[in-house]
């Protein structure tokens, strides 16, 4: 059974760039054929796809995200590395990886999810 596990700052100052990792384990993040997604949910709003990297290594964004958001991995770590630059308050959210068949993933109910990670933009 595989398991993620999102980790980094709870507390990011505006115009810093946020990174986060997501540490999988149970297998692996090469294996064919699935993608491993970073989600978010703002408090009171709903879930917002970010972009996502394939086993493949080929990465996928979100148009809204896309110019300040990068998806890399480490094989080594068996990771998955989000980064989103110029971060303000309204980037403030729970951020979750996932793992599905699927590129683009909000459902919980699809896949595999870690538990998320509350991230906070402010001074």
């Known amino acids: 059974q595989v398991q993620l596990q999102e980790s980094g700052p709870g507390l990011v100052k505006p115009s810093q760039t946020l990174s986060l990792t997501c540490t999988v384990s149970g297998g692996s993040i090469t294996t064919s054929h699935f993608y491993w997604s970073w989600i978010r949910q703002p408090p009171g709003k709903g879930r917002e796809w970010m972009g996502a990297?394939?086993?493949?290594?080929?990465?996928y964004y979100s148009e809204s995200l896309k110019s300040r958001t990068s998806i890399s991995r480490d094989t080594s770590k068996n990771q998955i590395i989000l980064q989103l630059s110029s971060v303000t308050p309204e980037d403030t959210a729970v951020y979750y990886c996932a793992r599905a068949r699927t590129r683009v993933i909000l459902s919980k109910a699809v896949g595999s999810w870690g538990q998320g990670t509350q991230v906070t933009v402010s001074s």
């Open positions: 990297i394939a086993y493949d290594g080929d990465t």
